[in-house]
């Protein structure tokens, strides 16, 4: 079972330009803790890269790696999946309270609804 946490535990459908913005903001806030990521279009080392350096927003002053298959921002370790159906996807088993839905395909509550805690 994942361990309880004082924080609200955040997972993203997509690490894009809102997934990454979504994720500094819980990172600099320290009141949300980004549990689990799903990008199945998006490699692990290039996540760690886009997030230490990005375009917009400038380079990342934490520290940001890939480590045993997680990317770990600030040595909080945040599980990455890669599923295409997000219907396989058990959130809830990487701790996750709520599904941040950013990929802009799913926009309607019915469509978004595949993403729900499972």
Known sequence: FPVASPHACLSLSRFGRIGRLVT???VLSGKVQVVAINDP???LNYMVYMFKYDSTHGHFRGTVKAENGKLVINGNAI???QER???NIKWADAGAEYVVESTGV????EKAGVSMLQ
């Open 24 to 26: 500094r903001a819980a």
């Open 41 to 43: 279009f998006i490699d």
């Open 79 to 81: 599980t990455i999946f």
């Open 85 to 87: 159906d997000p219907s």
């Open 106 to 109: 799913f926009t309607t509550m």
